[in-house]
């Protein structure tokens, strides 16, 4: 939101980060829904793999919506992927459990 609306000196350093941000979520989509699956997890891969269309679909359907209406209505369409995503994280069910740990401890 910050990147979208806020004043310039901050929007300048947001979608710089924002983009960071979102190219390190695939990485971790992927670990864990592999981590929610106990058969099957090549079946599984494959589907994933097949996710990197939405990377090619997303800058398509921003540009397209930016030449209809404005740039800043077109990010709106990220929202809602980001808001999937934290759907998907909320929902998912690891089969192994991640934890803190403090130094020293085994």
Do not use: E
Not at 4 to 27: D, E, H, R
Not at 45 to 63: E, H, K, N, R, Y
């Amino acid at each position: 939101m910050l990147a979208l609306y806020g004043p310039t000196p901050v929007a300048a350093v947001a979608f710089p980060l924002l983009g960071f941000c979102i190219s390190a979520m695939y990485s971790i989509i992927f670990s864990t829904a592999l981590n929610t699956v106990l058969d099957h997890p090549g079946a599984l891969s494959g589907i994933l793999c097949s996710g990197i269309f939405g990377g090619a679909l997303f800058p398509f359907l921003v540009g397209f919506i930016a030449d209809l209406t404005s740039l800043r209505a077109a990010y709106m369409i990220v929202f809602f992927a980001l808001g999937y995503i934290a759907y998907v994280a909320i929902q998912s069910k690891p089969l192994i459990g991640n934890r803190l740990s403090v130094m020293g401890d085994p």
